[in-house]
């Protein structure tokens, strides 16, 4: 889809599943994270394609789109969220740095969301978004920099900075709280034995955004055995019932049809 963004014209790519019919759907905007340390360029060009979580949505007659973000999955530009002077280092620590990367990728989503909401099979006033790790980071503050899109906010194993830099919560928690002005609840979803955010770290991060005056329900699942908390999105079984409950709550599909 062509876009302008900071000035550039640029063609971001996007997959999307339908469920059988004409709709149009309540829609799910899904946002992808990082490529582990930012230092392999060629984990760029790789799209994130979560087939699990689109089925799951689209057995409840959900549509799912799925934006890359410049630079990244096919999307033209480059891939710039927080890099250094020396790219070859990856992602950097600094706050400053990490935060003005954050800021970009939710520049990306500012430019492509009017287009996908235009879309003819997209039901405008059934519209969650989310998304994973530093996707589920964006997706908590761009609901709270546009609040009025989005009934729902979907947050999987988030953040944007992991633990192995000291100001990771400093940099996550301040992120998270531009997600304060969405007026509807969010919901968490985290993993035991993840290897970018302890628990005990995104439950901080979690506090720190409910007292800013965030709203919202955090769960923690111990991940089944060959797996690890980060990856728990690929588990329905772990948070079906809570994104049902909360789905529904928030006046939207929840049960498969």
């Given at each position: 889809?062509?876009?302008?963004?900071?000035?550039?014209?640029?063609?971001?790519?996007?997959?999307?599943?339908?469920?059988?019919?004409?709709?149009?759907?309540?829609?799910?905007?899904?946002?992808?994270?990082?490529?582990?340390?930012?230092?392999?360029?060629?984990?760029?060009?790789?799209?994130?394609?979560?087939?699990?979580?689109?089925?799951?949505?689209?057995d409840r007659g959900w549509a799912v789109i799925l934006p890359s973000r410049r630079g990244r999955g096919g999307s033209e530009g480059?891939?710039?969220?927080?890099?250094?002077?020396?790219?070859?280092?990856?992602?950097?620590?600094?706050?400053?740095?990490?935060?003005?990367?954050?800021?970009?990728?939710?520049?990306?989503?500012?430019?492509?969301?009017?287009?996908?909401?235009?879309?003819?099979?997209?039901?405008?006033?059934?519209?969650?978004?989310g998304g994973l790790s530093r996707g589920g980071s964006l997706a908590i503050a761009w609901t709270g920099r546009q609040p009025t899109?989005?009934?729902?906010?979907?947050?999987?194993?988030?953040?944007?900075?992991?633990?192995?830099?000291?100001?990771?919560?400093?940099?996550?928690?301040?992120?998270?709280?531009?997600?304060?002005?969405?007026?509807?609840?969010?919901?968490?979803?985290?993993?035991?034995?993840?290897?970018?955010?302890?628990?005990?770290?995104s439950r901080a991060n979690f506090a720190a955004f409910r007292a800013a005056g965030g709203r919202g329900t955090f769960h923690e699942?111990?991940?089944?055995?060959?797996?690890?908390?980060?990856?728990?999105?690929?588990?329905?079984?772990?948070?079906?019932?809570?994104?049902?409950?909360?789905?529904?709550?928030?006046?939207?599909?929840?049960?498969?049809?």
């Open positions: 889809m062509p876009v302008t963004v900071d000035g550039e014209s640029v063609k971001l790519a996007t997959i999307t599943y339908k469920p059988a019919g004409n709709g149009p759907f309540a829609t799910l905007i899904f946002h992808h994270g990082s490529t582990g340390r930012g230092n392999d360029p060629a984990a760029f060009a790789r799209p994130y394609n979560p087939t699990v979580l689109a089925q799951w949505f689209t480059l891939y710039d969220e927080g890099f250094g002077a020396n790219r070859a280092y990856g992602y950097s620590c600094e706050e400053t740095l990490a935060l003005a990367g954050a800021d970009r990728a939710l520049r990306d989503i500012d430019a492509i969301t009017p287009l996908l909401l235009a879309q003819p099979f997209v039901d405008r006033g059934r519209v969650a978004v899109v989005a009934r729902a906010a979907i947050n999987f194993v988030g953040g944007w900075m992991g633990e192995a830099c000291s100001s990771a919560a400093s940099i996550n928690q301040n992120l998270f709280r531009h997600g304060v002005p969405f007026p509807h609840p969010s919901v968490w979803l985290y993993g035991d034995n993840d290897p970018f955010y302890r628990l005990v770290h699942y111990a991940p089944p055995p060959g797996l690890n908390g980060h990856q728990i999105i690929s588990v329905p079984g772990l948070w079906n019932d809570a994104m049902e409950t909360y789905l529904m709550e928030r006046g939207l599909p929840g049960r498969p049809r």
